[in-house]
């Protein structure tokens, strides 16, 4: 059975830097695109960012610059670096995992990032 366990979300003042982790389990790592998405009270879930298994990257063009999305496939762990932070970048973060081709698509519960200015 497929687990994404997400950590790392807080509270940080405008300008800070937070760094997102999901740890995959139950699942070849290695094969999975990974990405990070964002929903903010009222508005829809967004993608923040995704890397594949090749290690390229796609990025929302609000955090382009700002954030990096990496993966570490021995530790079965995605990061999501997160620098300058801003107030609108407040919202539950949200680690997905599928395997293109593949009906495999998980979801892990969320981590609330809150930014204050």
């Known amino acids: 059975q497929v687990q994404l366990v997400e950590s790392g979300g807080g509270n940080v003042q405008a300008g800070g830097s937070l760094r997102l982790s999901c740890a995959a389990s139950g699942v070849i790592f290695s094969i999975t695109v990974m990405g990070w998405y964002r929903q903010a009270p009222g508005k829809q879930r967004e993608l923040v960012a995704d890397i594949s298994r090749g290690d390229n990257t796609n990025y929302a063009s609000s955090v382009k610059g700002r954030f990096t999305i990496s993966r570490d496939n021995a530790k079965r762990t995605v990061y999501l670096q997160m620098n300058s932070l801003k107030p609108e970048d407040t919202a539950v973060y949200y680690c997905?995992?599928?395997?293109?081709?593949?009906?495999?698509?998980?979801w892990g519960k969320g981590t609330l990032v809150t930014v204050s200015s």
């Open positions: 997905n995992l599928r395997v293109p081709g593949t009906n495999i698509d998980y």
